[in-house]
């Protein structure tokens, strides 16, 4: 209050008198089962963030192990077999129940309908059952791993997957299979949602761009996941009763499965990634209080990202047999979605240029996210040539870049978004020199674990290997002490946003002064989100707009 | 609140109950529902989608396998199916129009006969099924390429294949049960959702304007015939006009 040089944007109301409002989603029904039976979106949301936090430290305590027996290059803390099952786990938990669910489900969830004006998603029922959908998914992996586990990779790769192995590989496929339906219902219900139920007034380029990208998540989870599904279905129908389809002693073509699993699973990538540069868009925009530059393009790149999304799959094959034309043609394509991706951090870029810039938690996180998304970007750039390939693929290179993507981008995102949303979420404001310092643990703490694993698979190291030549050592561990402060990053948010439940700061409507609708109403929101239907007759991130309506209160009020 | 109700006949506002609190206006709601479904199908067409294309490419690589194997199909059995479920859309788009008329008996009669004629289908299927077992012709153990690797025994007249070649009319039938076991699991489906309806079309709920889940149903059922009327040429006729 002293000083007059105003670095933060925060704008708390007098905690002397300010009150949690009483009537919100939170409180408005009470017991176990008003939240197993609800149908509000908002509800749905934190039953999706609970599981999904639960699942990201099972897979992160996964990545734990994997990194401690990586310390040594002798295989002395568990057999091989042991450690195929740990990094499968690793992948199909941290992609399948965290990466794929973690944006949408939670913050997507929450925030679409509020942003675009709506009481609630098109389908609150099939919302719930994509929610319980994700619940058997998650306890089906469970059973996966408490009954022997299961060492094929997150990949299913046949005929590995259906011919030589002997652990629950049918359980992890239904598993995937029915987390898949709980993805599918979410982009179904998203899709029709932002067709059908926006505000009067709310066009399609006066919604925040993290409607946006979820709106383009949502047709890759509409239209890929059910080609993963009869993958997975074939795949169990294989190791079942031995249908021929992936087997080439009866003629089948284990390719063809590598075709039809990364037809969906590379846009999978996408779904992943989408909702993150939603989330970044909205973050950059409220802390350079400017506008997103080049909003269109902005929102459009998200489209053109997913729809080119469906046209590289190939270029996980580029070494398994596919024909030089193709591997050719894929390589192209490949390199066309980094249009997009480019267009994206440019414009964050330029929004940034001459805004008023404070440097908020959730900002740190969208700093970390450009700066590591763009070095995961540009090693895609490596892996998409053909000749570079060769060399780097399946080797720690390809860990390397798909964890800077994944973990630097998405998961940076993702934190970044809780943060900006925590105190619409909870009422409360999460502590913010402590969550300053996690934000900077994580980013030390990742570049740590991963930059040292560029080098070791350029000089060769293979990925999924236990063990490896003693003249590696040196960069694993220091890959090891970056995955210890990784952790403890990722610890951090856990314990204080928790502490912040009780005792964090009242945040009131709108402590970043931000322009979304959802900014616009209490928090918690009510459980219908608005008295009334708002009329929208203003641009996204209209920081004037804001400002009049703001002084036009005071005014009111005095 | 005035955005909630329809106006009936009579020029009344009426408030359906069956109006879901968080759309503004029931054309809101009814759209929403029918643009979900139409999603729905979509991915329904991504997830048959991986079949088909699995059956492409086979069919391009053993060419000569997948014509005399589909040779083996029981067309006229599969001409009576489409016959059968083209009269069962029929009905079922009947049902639609009884439904919007408020025609609550009609509605109700012209349900049971999509039933039926669904409940048909799969009747002439499982016979046809049967067929195979007896012939061999399931994928498994008791997979059988007699039949093709010396036709003559068994008085078919076409050329007899190599062994190996023989011996990938198994990926044919495999795929011919796993497309035409996936419509018939669409077909049961939709059979036990036909029975729910009749029940609620029975009590007089789509009686009264509100006619979206009949609608939506008319939209899956019609999807399910659809998949049907790609399977039996793909499957069936594809060889026919050959010479033997």
Known sequence: MSTPITHTIVNLPDQATAQIPKRNYINNEHGLLSWLLTGDHKRIAILYLISITFFFFIGGAFAGLIRLELLTPAPDLVSSDTYNKFFTMHGII???????????????????????????LAFPKINLLSWYLYVVGGILTLAALVLGGVDTGWTFTTPLSTHYLNTHVITAATAIFVAGFASIFTGLNFIVTIHRMR??????????????????????????????????????????????????????????????????????????????????????????????????????SSVAIALFGFFVWAHHMFIMGVSNYSALVFSLLT??????????????????????????TPMLYAFAFIGLFTIGGLTGIFLGSLGMDIHLTETYFIVAHFHYVM?????????????????????????????????????????????????????????????????????????????????????????????????????GNN??????????????????????????????????????KQREEVTTVG | MPHESIINEEGEHVVLPQHRHHFETAEQQREAGSFGMWLFLLTEIMFFGGLFFAYLLYRNWYYPAFAVASNQLNVPEGAANTAILITSG?????????????????????????????????GVKADEYHEKYEKHHIPGASFSTAMFTNPAAYGINEQPLAPDMAQH???????????????????????????????RAHRGEFSSGYVAPIENFGLYWHFVDIVWLFLFPLLYLINRHLPK
């Open chain 1, 94 to 120: 941290m992609i399948f129940l965290f990466l794929v669910p973690s944006v949408p489900a939670t913050l997507g969830n929450f925030l679409i309908p509020i942003m675009i004006g709506a009481k609630d």
């Open chain 1, 199 to 300: 505000a009067p007034g709310m066009t399609w380029f006066r919604m925040p761009l993290f409607v946006w990208s979820n709106y383009a998540a949502s047709i890759l989870m509409v239209l890929g996941t059910p080609v993963l599904a009869i993958t997975l279905v074939l795949v169990a129908l294989e190791r079942l009763i031995g249908i021929g389809v992936f087997d080439p002693t009866k003629g089948g073509d284990p390719l063809l499965f590598q075709h039809l699993f990364w037809f969906y699973s590379h846009p999978a990538v996408y779904i992943m990634i989408l909702p993150g540069m939603g989330v970044i868009s909205e973050v950059i925009s409220t802390f350079s209080r400017k506008r997103v530059f080049g909003y269109t393009a902005v929102a459009f």
């Open chain 1, 335 to 360: 390199m066309l979605v980094a249009v997009p991706s480019a267009i994206k951090i440019f414009n964050w870029a330029f929004t940034l240029q001459k805004g008023s810039i404070t440097f908020e």
């Open chain 1, 407 to 507: 973990v630097g981008g998405m998961l940076m995102a993702f934190l970044a978004g809780i943060h900006f949303w925590w105190p619409k979420m909870t009422g409360r404001m999460y502590p913010e020199s402590l969550s300053k310092l996690s934000a900077v643990t994580s980013f030390i703490g990742f570049n740590l674990t991963f930059m040292p694993q560029f080098i070791l698979g350029y000089l060769g190291m293979p990925r999924r290997y236990h063990a490896y030549p003693p003249e590696y050592q040196v960069l694993n561990v220091l890959s090891t002490a970056g995955a210890t402060v990784l952790g403890v990053g990722f610890m951090l948010p856990l314990l204080y946003l928790g502490w912040s439940l009780k005792y964090g700061a009242i945040a």
């Open chain 1, 511 to 548: 402590p970043w002064q931000a322009t979304g609708l959802e900014w616009q109403i209490q928090s918690p929101p009510l459980t219908e989100n608005f008295t009334e239907i708002p009329i929208v007759d203003y641009e996204a991130y209209d920081y004037e707009w804001l400002e009049k």
């Open chain 2, 90 to 122: 029929f009905f079922m788009a009947l049902g639609v129009w009884a439904a919007e008329v408020r025609k609550k008996k009609l509605l109700v009669v012209m349900l049971v006969f999509t039933t039926l004629f669904g409940i048909a289908f799969l």
């Open chain 2, 169 to 199: 009319t198994e990926i044919f039938f495999f795929l011919y049960f796993a497309m035409t076991g996936m419509h018939a699991f669409h077909m049961i489906i939709g059979i036990v959702l036909l029975f729910w309806l009749t029940w």
